[in-house]
């Protein structure tokens, strides 16, 4: 199935304009480097329309407290604590967003959002010709946010208890496939583990429901489908502007 974008939204009426301003500059990009089609433009299918929060203030406000329990998570974990410090902050790259989906679940955080106001072509033009970054970041777009609210659907329907949320995300903290972790067999025995802990919690739970337990390490799978970018952007750019967020957990992560 494809799922590339078949827009045609390039309106004609905006290719004067374009002109016009990419020769108003001869110092800047010549018209033969610069493409009409590299502009950003108003898009209508999910793939690449992009979309916001309906309510800002409170979802963020929720989003972040959240996420502030996700590193208080790690934090509080003594065999996380003994592991050298750069396997600490590879296992937090990897594993930051996955656990604060987790988190939203939990909390039952729920969002709704709206497509983002359009910008007007001659903003699009310049932030294009200037590589503003607020062209460089991906934009949460619809066909994003739907997979994070069918995951987080998920989730929910699964009705998981504190216990089976504890032990599943030790599963997902202790990752022994990040890359260049020093101690690989002793993050490797942790997840295995969290894995018979949360097994151990799950059959007493739903003695009738045997295959619960894939059902949840099912589900989880899907959590490394949603990107970090789109969590940054959707939730917290409004709150940390130019900042990097994973330099901040970092600093939360460290703040003992």
């Not at 916001?52 to 996420?67: D, G, H, M, N, T």
Request: net charge neutral.
């Amino acid at each position: 199935m494809d799922n590339g974008c078949h827009c045609s939204d390039h309106s004609e009426r905006n290719v004067i304009l374009y002109n016009i301003l990419s020769k108003m500059d001869n110092s800047g990009p010549s018209q033969n480097n610069l493409n009409y089609s590299s502009i950003p433009h108003r898009c209508n299918c999910d793939v690449r329309r992009t979309v916001c929060l309906k309510r800002p203030s409170k979802i963020c406000q929720e989003a972040s407290a959240v996420l502030v329990k996700t590193v208080n998570f790690m934090k509080s974990l003594p065999a996380f604590n003994q592991l050298p410090l750069d396997d600490q902050f590879a296992l937090l790259r990897k594993c930051w967003a996955p656990l604060f989906i987790l988190g939203l679940a939990q909390e039952g955080v729920n969002f709704e959002v709206v497509d983002t106001p359009a910008d007007s072509m001659l903003k699009k033009i310049l932030l294009n010709c200037q590589g503003s970054p607020e062209t460089e970041r991906d934009q949460p777009t619809s066909a994003g946010v739907g997979k994070l609210k069918c995951c987080l659907k998920k989730f929910w329907s699964l009705d998981l208890s504190p216990k089976e949320y504890a032990y599943l995300k030790g599963t997902m903290i202790f990752n022994p496939d990040v890359p260049e972790l020093k101690a690989a067999l002793f993050v490797e025995g942790l997840q295995q583990e969290a894995h018979h802990a949360l097994r151990e919690v799950v059959e007493p739970l739903h003695p009738g429901d045997r295959g619960r337990f894939a059902r949840i390490l099912l589900t989880a799978s899907t959590l490394q489908t949603i990107t970090p970018g789109l969590i940054t952007e959707l939730f917290f750019r409004s709150l940390i502007g130019q900042a990097d967020l994973l330099d901040l957990l970092v600093d939360m992560l460290l703040g003992r």
